[in-house]
């Protein structure tokens, strides 16, 4: 299986979209400061994820999320969770 996952800055607030096929050690990774584009960041917390049976899909998700589409669905996804 490979993971597509949002985890949010607790510093900034900013989402962080990646995709891995080993999600605690990813995260693990990031918050360790082993990342190189999150670690000024820190600390991190897994927001949301989906599962793909295929890297291919998994990695097609992953940049439909970075588009300002897929930002729009993300923040209509997590509306209750970010307003509390």
Partial sequence: MYY???????????????????????????NAGRVES?????????????????QQDATHREKYLKT???KRYIKARLKKYLTG
Avoid: M
């Avoid at 607790?10 to 995709?19: E, N």
């Avoid at 999150?38 to 295929?54: D, I, M, W």
């Fill in 4 to 30: 597509i996952y949002i985890l949010q800055s607790k510093k900034d607030k900013q989402f962080y979209v990646g995709y891995t096929d080993d999600l605690k050690n990813r995260l693990k990774l990031h």
């Fill in 38 to 54: 999150t670690k000024n960041r820190l600390p991190f917390e897994l927001v949301y994820y989906e599962a793909c049976k295929n």
């Fill in 68 to 70: 300002s589409w897929g």
